[in-house]
């Protein structure tokens, strides 16, 4: 993951009673500090020297906390620390800082995947899809998504244990980009596995259904019904 290049100087109106140019020129040697502390932050993290990139990108939030480069170089460093906690944090104040750099969204996805928390990893990649994030990189996260979930739903089936959330992200992912045919594909795994779990079935019968295979949707509904008798 790279960290950020760019500098945005904030304008904002001066409300201190000083006189106008005077105020201009503070925000223009402030605006020139902020940026030379970037820059150090960026050397410094190039030549590995992270304790001082940390230092300098920190000086920089303490002048403007929701500075978004700042915070989202800061979550570049703690995630490659697996410091998942401060990672985030730092993503998500760079992601709401400025929601229109995309590179912000994708940092946060991927830090949340890393950290395996998949279904807020799901929910924000859709968010992030319904925004108009590019398809390329709604792909490429996806793929990302689906390849963790899978390890883990691989060490489940060779212990022999149920169904869990990587199946849940998984099998809602598929559904929410509609890849029918891999859907039917996972669920149909899921319902052999699990023949007691709803979830499964339910996420089948919906593939085939989807795909025009109204016939072949009959049996997973009626195990639906048979698993949830209430609904």
């Given amino acids: 993951m790279e960290i950020s290049q760019s500098e945005r100087a904030r304008h904002e109106p001066s ?6 140019d005077l105020a201009e020129d503070l925000q223009r040697l402030v605006h020139r500090v902020l940026h030379g502390l970037m ?21 920089v939030l303490q002048e403007q906390p929701r500075h978004a480069d700042a915070n989202h170089n800061l979550g ?9 906690a401060a990672a985030l944090q730092h993503f998500q ?10 590179q912000y969204w994708i940092s946060h996805i991927d830090a949340l995947i890393v950290a395996g928390q998949w279904w807020s990893a799901a929910e924000l990649l859709e968010d992030a899809r319904r925004e108009g994030l590019a398809a390329g990189a709604v792909e490429e996260l996806v793929e990302r ?4 979930t899978g390890n883990s739903r691989a060490a489940a089936a060779s212990t022999g244990d149920g169904s869990d959330s ?7 992912v ?3 980009q509609q890849r029918f045919i891999e859907l039917e594909h996972q669920a149909g795994l899921l319902a052999q596995r699990c023949p007691g779990n709803a979830f499964g079935w339910r996420m089948l019968g919906v593939a085939l259904l989807a795909q025009g295979k109204e016939r072949q949707a009959v049996h997973p509904l009626r195990e639906v019904a ?3 008798p209430d609904d």
């Fill in 226 to 228: 048979l698993c949830c």
């Fill in 39 to 59: 820059q150090q932050g960026t050397q410094h993290y190039r030549l590995g020297q992270l304790a001082q990139a940390k230092s300098a990108y920190r000086a």
């Fill in 93 to 102: 104040a760079a992601r709401q800082a400025q929601p229109d750099n995309w």
């Fill in 76 to 84: 570049v460093i703690a995630l490659g620390s697996k410091d998942f």
């Fill in 15 to 20: 409300s201190s009673a000083e006189p106008p």
């Fill in 174 to 176: 598929l559904l929410n």
């Fill in 145 to 148: 998504l689906l390849a963790e």
């Fill in 166 to 172: 990587a199946d849940i992200v998984a099998l809602t």
